[in-house]
């Protein structure tokens, strides 16, 4: 079983930043793929960043391109995504997700997701 766990939400004025990180536990974290997601009120999750944790190798959705930065320590089972110059409209929940066949944004190729950490940007 695979257990994701979230933590480094906040709130934040818009232009601050934030780091999310994603401990995971359960399996052996090598060589394979993890994500963040995001899903704000009334509206469907969004694919934000996701990590080839064999290579490295990274994919970002268009809305956080320069902003944000997803990498890995596989020493220690976790995850970060580090978000700078926030905007208000990066205000959602954010989720961890591992274990999809490919570098991917979409969501229902992953298989497991933590319980998500609140991120609030204000203006």
């Known amino acids: 079983q695979v257990q994701l766990v979230e933590s480094g939400g906040g709130s934040v004025q818009a232009g601050g930043s934030l780091r999310l990180s994603c401990v995971a536990s359960g399996y052996t974290y090598s060589r394979n793929y993890m994500g963040w997601f995001r899903q704000a009120p009334g509206k469907e999750r969004e694919g934000v960043a996701t990590?080839?944790?064999?290579?490295?190798?990274?994919l970002y959705s268009a809305s956080v391109q320069g902003r944000f930065t997803i990498s890995q320590d596989n020493a220690k089972n976790t995850l970060y995504l580090q978000m700078n110059s926030l905007k208000p409209e990066d205000t959602a929940m954010y989720y961890c997700?591992?274990?999809?066949?490919?570098?991917?944004?979409?969501?229902?190729?992953?298989?497991?997701w933590g319980q998500g950490t609140q991120v609030t940007v204000s203006s």
């Open positions: 990590i080839y944790t064999g290579s490295g190798a990274t």
């Open positions: 997700a591992y274990e999809s066949g490919a570098l991917t944004l979409v969501a229902h190729a992953y298989t497991y």
